[in-house]
């Protein structure tokens, strides 16, 4: 059995990258998802519609013919009318959401990116401490928003 020494502080375990995660972010939006789900709901709204209009024609007329034709008329006229606004509108939203996520995922890259090279630097042994802290301090304001620290002032 090898026993070795537990090192409380090793500068090669250090690792704020995080560099072995080979994270592609990938777009999580699809638009034929988003276009099936538009039709869907247009679909369902004109069934409603058009049950509502076959159980009012039924308490108005004798039979079943007339409601029938009453409920599949009501149904028919308001998918002609909402989907074309529904796909228009599913379309345009689902472009906007990409691009949105484009940025986003650009973003997390970038940081990615700037986060490995602080990672090399920070393995360094040449580079003294102080200096591997206060190069992440100022990456993590960044990061944050909170502005860049000034020393000496």
């Known amino acids: 059995m090898n026993i070795s020494p537990v090192k409380l502080y090793s500068p090669k375990s250090v690792n704020f990258g995080n560099t072995e995660n080979k994270q592609n972010y990938e777009n999580p939006v ?7 789900l538009a039709i869907l709901s247009s679909a369902g709204t004109s069934m409603l519609v058009g049950a509502a209009a076959f159980g009012l024609t039924t308490c108005l007329a004798n039979g079943r013919k007339i409601p029938g034709i009453a409920g599949i008329l009501a149904a028919g006229a308001t ?3 909402t989907l074309p606004t529904a796909l228009y509108n599913a379309k345009v939203g689902s472009f906007e959401r990409k691009e949105n996520m484009d940025v986003f995922s650009r ?11 602080i990672n090399q630097e920070i393995q360094k042994e040449e580079v003294p401490l102080e200096n591997k802290v206060d190069l992440y301090a100022k990456v993590a304001m960044a990061d944050n928003g909170k502005g860049v620290m000034v020393k000496g002032a």
């Open 107 to 117: 973003q997390k890259a970038a940081q990615k990116s700037i986060y490995g090279e």
């Open 30 to 36: 699809n638009r034929t998802t988003e276009r099936n």
């Open 79 to 81: 998918l002609a009318l």
